[in-house]
């Protein structure tokens, strides 16, 4: 919003800081893309067998520009980090980052000359889920846990140090 | 079949012939690499053998092989004879310095892409094709992925014990 | 008055119609495509070198991963190819189970092929459908192989572990389900004009250009030429089964939706076929040294042991040549070009990848279309990058 980064250390804010984390929480809008394997496994989960619906998250985006949570899933390649880094900037704050899948974690079986060795090289990951690839479970559980970190954040941290939270 | 196609290449190719091969009951004619839009064109005109598709190109990289005293390449053409249900290959090998060989772009258009992904993997160059360039691989990548003295690039995997060191790249 | 020019025009590769990282470089003339020219390689995973530095068995799960909807029929051609190599006969229960399997997957790529394409087209409700109805299938891979898509359960030589107890009633379910939905999807799309109006005459392509550019799968037949390697050069005892191939008439997208329909039908024949005439027997072939032994042989006896431990270690040397084996995927044809040299590792494994030829002709499909048009001729090619790009 800009108007948070102005609040002065001596305010604390509670039930604002609770209402805002819901609404984030609640409507997490996903930046629809798939890069290889996972994406298939990710459209599962969107679809109505594993309906990612009940947590107000069926709606993929398409642009960058309306998303705030970023699934990278499936692996990295060397030609299409660059591009990724793109998208990752042009998300607007505050965003959040999903590495699906052994690849985009850690290079998974392909560790040679043309994958990324994980995309937390390029952008700073929030919560990774591994599995290759994941079963659609397993990508719930990985978005409630992202769920519960949002809960306990704060709108006056700016972004930088929500990135990557060890 | 087989023997449709050996004689019509003997009959008029007989001197671009080096050998013949039968493995596993797939049948290839190793070619001399000048020959090869000549047969291929041949082949195509003949309406009788109907070798209408080109099915595959490739190659393989001998390098530190006993083989490759015939030349480091090898270069693979897959053909298949639509009215016979035939499969067969022709066989080119190419020197180490400079590979060349003629495109096929003029018989098949689909050889266009198959030929890049040789240029791109191997470095084998064809001679007018229309656009040569970087086809799968990123244009800042030097060298040919599938060349066997082009390292894989193993990287040390990273666990909590070493998760500060910077990666270590094993070539 | 201001001189025309064409306008280039830059899609993907994040672009929620190119299926995954597609980009494509058009140059328009207001609506028009002019030229189009596409750009791949964002997805490149160096999978063919990748598997040349693994032995035999360990390079096997890089196939499923090459193209991720149909991990079966990969599995198979690589299998194929391997024994072809090593010259080992398996089973006919293995086969037959494997052409079931295959067929599963091919049902499997067609259902998401055509939820995604109607999603393309502005019909958002059939990718809730098809993906509803793949789990079925999902769950008999889960139940054979323990995984959802990954499975690797074809083996080198056999089958991973035995088929499991419920396969037979699971596979008539599925079917029986299916088979009725699909009249469903008819219904909702068949004669349904948006959809003819954005499919008919679209994205066509002549049986003589399609020869030409080499194409395979239902791309060609769509054209009206009938090659199919199922009945032309059966593999994996093909022979043994009734089934048609179909064929399209005018070579255009609605064509290939149509026979990608009938395609369906005719695996669930083929399945049924497999199910009702399954013959009993080992589900590994027995070659010492090669395939890996059953594992209750390796809990009993010393020798099978040693083997299982040789072979998981040190791999077995295949002969020096090259073999190329060539399954009917649902995308076309998939080729294994293997060459042995003596060692423990391929020398080269080539894929000939289907989606990767059957992209080559985009360019043609789409010259002189609407520019709406393009996310339709790209739907109807039923590309899968993980396989363009390797
Ligand atoms: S983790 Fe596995 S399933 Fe996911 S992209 Fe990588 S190889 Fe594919």
């Known amino acids: 919003m800009g108007l948070e980064e102005k609040i002065p250390d001596s305010i604390m804010l509670t039930t604002l800081d609770k209402m805002v984390n819901w609404s984030r929480r609640r409507s997490m809008w996903p930046l629809g893309f798939g890069l290889a394997c996972c994406a298939i496994e990710m459209i599962s989960t969107f679809g109505p067998h594993f309906d990612l619906a009940r947590y107000g998250m069926e709606v993929m985006r398409p642009s960058p520009r309306q998303a705030d949570l970023m699934i990278v899933a499936g692996r990295v390649s060397v030609k299409m980090a660059p591009i990724i880094k793109t998208l990752y900037e042009q998300m607007p704050n505050p965003k959040w980052v999903l590495s699906m899948g052994a690849c985009a974690s850690s290079g998974g079986v392909f560790n040679n000359y043309a994958v990324v060795q994980g995309v937390d090289r390029i952008i700073p990951v929030d919560i990774y889920v591994p599995g290759c690839p994941p079963r659609p479970e397993q990508l719930m559980e990985g978005i409630l846990k992202l769920h519960e970190m949002v809960k306990k954040e704060s709108i006056k941290n700016p972004r930088e140090e929500w990135g990557r939270k060890g | ?171 | 008055m201001a001189e025309s020019r064409t306008l280039t025009l830059n899609m993907g590769p994040q672009h929620p119609s190119t299926h995954g990282v597609l980009r494509v470089l058009l140059e328009l003339d207001g609506e028009t495509v002019v030229k189009a020219k596409p750009v791949i390689g964002y997805l490149h995973t160096g999978i063919e070198k990748t598997m040349e530095s693994k032995l035999y068995y360990k390079a096997l799960p890089c196939t499923d991963r090459m193209d991720y909807l149909a991990p079966m029929s990969n599995n198979l051609g690589y299998c194929l190819a391997v024994e072809k190599l090593m010259d080992i006969e398996v089973p006919d229960k293995v086969k037959w189970a494997r052409v079931c399997l295959a067929e599963l997957t091919r049902v499997n790529s067609h259902l998401v092929w055509l939820g995604t394409h109607a999603l393309d087209l502005g019909a958002m409700s059939m990718l809730l459908y098809t993906f509803r109805e793949r789990e079925l299938i999902l769950d008999i891979y889960e139940a054979c192989g323990g995984q959802r898509m990954m499975t690797s359960y074809i083996r080198i030589g056999g089958l991973a572990h035995e088929l499991p107890k419920d396969f037979e009633q699971k596979v008539r379910n599925m079917i029986k389900i299916i088979r009725e939905r699909l009249f469903d999807y008819e219904k909702l799309l068949t004669n349904n004009p948006i959809f003819i109006g954005r499919t008919k005459g679209v994205a066509v392509i002549s049986a003589e250009d399609a020869m030409n550019y080499c194409l395979s799968g239902p791309m060609l037949r769509g054209s009206g030429i009938k090659h199919d390697l199922r009945k032309d050069n059966p593999y994996s005892g093909y022979e043994n089964f009734d089934f048609e191939v179909p064929i399209g008439k005018n070579g255009d997208a609605y064509d290939r939706y149509l026979l990608r329909l009938e395609e369906i039908r005719q695996s669930f024949r083929i399945c049924e076929q497999v199910l009702d005439g399954m013959p009993e027997g080992p589900y590994r072939a027995h070659v010492p040294g090669v395939v890996l032994p059953p594992k209750e042989d390796i809990l009993q006896k010393m020798e099978a042991m040693i083997f299982h431990f040789k072979i998981i270690t040190e791999g077995f040397k295949a002969p020096v040549g090259s073999v190329y084996q060539a399954i009917e995927s649902p995308k076309g044809e998939i080729g294994f070009f293997i060459t042995g040299d003596g060692t423990n590792k391929p020398r080269r494994v080539r894929v000939r990848p289907p989606a990767f030829v059957n992209l080559a002709c985009l360019p043609k499909l789409v010259e002189g279309c609407l520019f709406s048009d393009v996310v339709c001729a790209i739907g109807s090619i039923d590309i899968i990058l993980g396989e363009v790009d390797r």
């Open chain 2, 1 to 171: 079949m087989e023997e449709k196609i050996r004689q019509f290449l003997n009959s008029k190719f007989s001197d671009s012939i080096i050998r013949e091969d039968n493995f596993r009951g797939e049948q290839s004619f190793y070619v001399k690499p000048e020959s090869i839009f000549p047969i291929c064109e041949a082949l195509l005109e003949n309406d009788d053998l109907d070798v209408k598709f080109l099915k595959d190109i490739t190659a393989v990289d001998w390098y530190d092989h006993p083989l490759a005293e015939n030349g480091r390449f090898e270069v693979i053409y897959n053909l298949y004879s639509f009215a016979h249900k035939y499969r067969f290959f022709l066989k080119v090998f190419l020197p180490e310095d400079n590979p060349n060989l003629t495109s096929l772009t003029g018989l098949w258009i689909g050889a266009n892409w198959l030929e890049r992904e040789v240029y791109d993997l191997f470095g084998v160059t064809f001679e007018g094709h229309p656009d040569l360039t970087k086809i799968i691989t990123p244009d800042e990548l030097e060298g040919h992925p599938l060349r066997k003295d082009f390292p894989l690039t193993y990287e040390k995997p990273r666990f909590s014990w070493n998760k500060d060191n910077p990666p270590e790249v094993i070539k």
